[in-house]
């Protein structure tokens, strides 16, 4: 009699868009369980199933998974970022980019890798936007002027908006304890060259913060992206 074979498990079956959610779940518990399951499912599909998942993984919330303290959690972490990254999975690039960015490691080569991949993907392009502005001071009001433009344009980045901002200051709050000489880009009144120069104004130099609604109505291209950069840099 023939030998029969193991049925396949219901886990190596299931639709790509199912699985991705039980790995956005797998996430909020820390790294290790969605490694295992990647580890065990990928064995069993397509290169082209396996790009699916990891370029759709929620690359956005990927600094929260891992504390320094956990040592073999931080080497099977990095290690697969190692290898998403060699592939070229675009939220493993940006991720990569930013945290070398917030150490301050190699800024031109970074900031070529977000440029290169801004244009497919929102939190790359909001990303490289906000720091060339603090590595190239100079390009404010040109960044200004293309965030503008975006937040004007595309309804999707509008509404992604906020969650961005928010991985991006979780980045740089996890990271920024190793940014040394980070340049300040922030006036030290507080003010936009529109105020001083009494054209349209958007942020107040007296206030503390601003809201994400107010940087979305901004008209002012310049407050608009310093007052991004207060909301990724300094949280409020």
């Given at each position: 009699?023939?030998?029969?074979?193991?049925?396949?498990?219901?886990?190596?079956?299931?639709?790509?868009?199912?699985?991705?959610?039980i790995?956005?779940?797998?996430?909020?518990?820390?790294?290790?369980d969605?490694?295992f399951?990647?580890?065990?499912?990928?064995?069993?599909?397509?290169?082209?199933?396996?790009?699916?998942?990891?370029?759709?993984?929620?690359?956005?919330?990927?600094?929260?998974?891992?504390?320094?303290?956990?040592?073999?959690?931080?080497?099977?972490?990095?290690?697969?970022?190692k290898?998403?990254?060699?592939?070229?999975?675009?939220?493993?690039?940006?991720?990569?980019?930013?945290?070398?960015?917030?150490?301050?490691?190699?800024?031109?080569?970074?900031?070529?890798?977000?440029?290169?991949?801004?244009?497919?993907?929102?939190?790359?392009?909001?990303?490289?936007?906000?720091?060339?502005?603090?590595?190239?001071?100079?390009?404010?009001?040109?960044?200004?002027?293309?965030?503008?433009q975006?937040?004007?344009?595309?309804?999707?980045?509008?509404?992604?908006?906020?969650?961005?901002?928010?991985?991006?200051?979780?980045?740089?709050?996890?990271?920024?304890?190793?940014?040394?000489?980070?340049?300040?880009?922030?006036?030290?009144?507080?003010?936009?060259?529109?105020?001083?120069?009494?054209?349209?104004?958007?942020?107040?130099?007296?206030?503390?913060?601003?809201?994400?609604?107010?940087?979305?109505?901004?008209?002012?291209?310049?407050?608009?992206?310093?007052?991004?950069?207060?909301?990724?840099?300094?949280?409020?």
């Amino acid at each position: 009699m023939a030998r029969s074979s193991r049925p396949i498990s219901p886990l190596l079956l299931l639709d790509i868009d199912i699985l991705l959610k039980i790995c956005h779940l797998l996430q909020q518990d820390g790294f290790l369980d969605l490694f295992f399951l990647i580890q065990v499912w990928f064995r069993f599909q397509t290169p082209e199933a396996v790009t699916k998942l990891l370029h759709n993984l929620d690359w956005s919330r990927v600094h929260e998974v891992v504390e320094p303290f956990k040592n073999l959690e931080c080497r099977v972490f990095n290690n697969f970022v190692k290898h998403t990254v060699a592939i070229g999975v675009k939220g493993a690039l940006c991720y990569k980019a930013c945290k070398n960015l917030i150490r301050g490691n190699t800024p031109t080569q970074q900031l070529n890798i977000l440029r290169n991949i801004a244009n497919d993907d929102d939190l790359c392009f909001l990303a490289y936007c906000v720091f060339k502005t603090h590595y190239e001071p100079s390009s404010l009001q040109q960044n200004g002027q293309i965030l503008h433009q975006k937040i004007s344009e595309s309804s999707k980045f509008r509404l992604e908006f906020e969650s961005h901002c928010r991985a991006l200051n979780g980045r740089c709050r996890k990271y920024k304890v190793f940014w040394y000489d980070r340049p300040d880009i922030f006036p030290q009144n507080g003010v936009c060259s529109s105020y001083v120069s009494g054209k349209a104004h958007n942020m107040d130099p007296y206030g503390v913060g601003c809201s994400y609604k107010e940087i979305l109505a901004a008209t002012c291209s310049e407050c608009m992206i310093l007052m991004i950069n207060y909301k990724i840099f300094r949280g409020y």
